[in-house]
């Protein structure tokens, strides 16, 4: 079978697998369905080529594509995928799939799948392999990146140029050089919530100072307190019965990260004291609308009284 069905968590991932199967194939074409119709890439498919029976078709992005918008041309896909030509390569890649989509489990079906995932120390092992590079200076590299496999790749081909001649990357190389990424108000999010169920009240408080950078008001940091807490809470419930991925599919969760970040938290809590900090969220938030009361000094209170 020629077909293949790639989803990953990063676009790197997906680029270095579908390498992995190409090798040297030279008729590539190229179908990304956030810019073009799937019709397209179909119409290549049924079309033979001039100087050669060998074809590569790869078309991306198809994570957001939902089946019911062009059920036609999804159909006309799935009975090729049925009766492949045994010279074409057909590669089909996406982001975080909701695997409950109807495209996602048919393509399933006709497709080798596999789950594109690169080791960011592994990675920097192999690129580095013909450099030297301690265990500190590779540790803040990732930092730096905050495990964003693209960017990885730009700042080690950044780095290696740079270092070209000397072949020896130092801690004050990528000090230098690398731009640290900004971290992801979710991944905060999650530190934040962390704190606050250990109970680690001055970390809680550095880190809703660093939440308030990102332009965020007290009542909206409030929001995503609330909203994880109500995941936390379900995810406690769910947990004793369901494995991380049927959890993932029960809440309708577009990839397991959250579901897994959640359930480090749920051995801090109680069920009763989850619902007791979602009422006092609550009361906050209506405290913070509905009278003068300063937002921060509120949220501050909460923190130290952990």
Request: glycine residues 2%; aromatic residues 10%; proline residues 2%.
């Amino acid at each position: 079978m020629n077909n293949y069905l790639l989803e990953g968590e990063d676009t790197f991932s997906l680029e270095l697998e579908r390498e992995r199967i190409i090798k040297e194939e030279n008729n590539i074409s190229f179908y990304d369905l956030e810019e073009m119709s799937l019709s397209n890439a179909l119409e290549d498919i049924d079309t033979y080529g001039l100087f050669s029976n060998q074809k590569t078709i790869v078309i991306r992005n198809i994570q957001n594509q939902k089946y019911e918008e062009q059920a036609k041309d999804w159909d006309h896909l799935f009975a090729y995928l049925d009766e492949p030509n045994p010279d074409y390569t057909i590669i089909l890649e996406g982001l975080n799939f909701l695997k409950t989509s109807k495209i996602y489990k048919e393509l399933k079906k006709r497709c080798i799948h596999k789950e594109c995932k690169e080791n960011p120390n592994q990675y920097i092992k192999n690129r580095f392999k013909d450099y030297k590079i301690d265990y500190k200076t590779q540790n803040t590299l990732l930092e730096f990146c905050q495990n964003d496999m693209t960017k990885l790749k730009q700042e080690c081909d950044k780095l290696m140029l740079y270092k070209i001649n000397e072949k020896e990357i130092l801690l004050q190389d990528v000090e230098d050089l690398v731009i640290p990424k900004q971290k992801d108000s979710k991944d905060l999010i999650f530190a934040f919530t962390r704190s606050i169920a250990e109970k680690e009240k001055e970390k809680a408080l550095r880190e809703y100072q660093e939440l308030k950078s990102y332009q965020l008001e007290a009542y909206s940091i409030i929001g995503l307190l609330a909203s994880q807490m109500r995941i936390l809470y379900q995810v406690k419930l769910l947990e004793k019965d369901h494995s991380i991925s049927d959890i993932k599919e029960i809440l309708n969760e577009k990839s397991e990260y959250r579901i897994q970040k959640t359930k480090e938290l749920t051995k801090f809590y109680s069920e009763k004291e989850i619902l007791n900090t979602m009422i006092e969220l609550g009361n906050m938030d209506l405290k913070m609308k509905s009278t003068d009361v300063d937002p921060d000094s509120l949220m501050e209170l909460f923190l130290m009284n952990l």
